[in-house]
């Protein structure tokens, strides 16, 4: 069984940045692609970013590009979220998961992933 822990939320003034970190349990870790998705209150799942299982191979939501950065650290078992430039409309809760599946994770979608994380809390401030 797969677990993701995630880690990392907080309260943040626009403009501030964070890093949110996912702990993934198991020894497959390189097996799986990676994403991170939020949910603001009120509104649907979102798909933020995604990496491929090397690493080179990464994928934005227009919102964030150029503003969030997504790497993985497959020798940590750790996927991370580098968000810079926060806005307001940022807040979420951030969620990350894990897909054994090719094809999914250039889709943006969040059908087809195996695994899901709790979230974490992200709050920025205006």
């Known amino acids: 069984q797969v677990q993701l822990v995630e880690s990392g939320g907080g309260l943040v003034q626009a403009g501030g940045s964070l890093r949110l970190s996912c702990a993934v349990s198991g020894r497959t870790f390189g097996t799986y692609a990676m994403a991170w998705f939020r949910q603001a209150p009120g509104k649907e799942r979102e798909f933020v970013a995604a990496?491929?299982?090397?690493?080179?191979?990464?994928y934005y939501a227009d919102s964030v590009k150029g503003r969030f950065t997504i790497s993985r650290d497959n020798a940590k078992n750790a996927v991370y979220l580098q968000m810079n430039s926060l806005k307001p409309e940022d807040t979420a809760v951030y969620c990350c998961a894990a897909t054994a599946k090719f094809g999914i994770i250039g889709t943006g979608r969040s059908l087809g992933y195996d695994y899901w994380g709790k979230g974490t809390q992200v709050t920025v401030s205006s």
């Open positions: 990496i491929s299982r090397s690493g080179v191979g990464t």
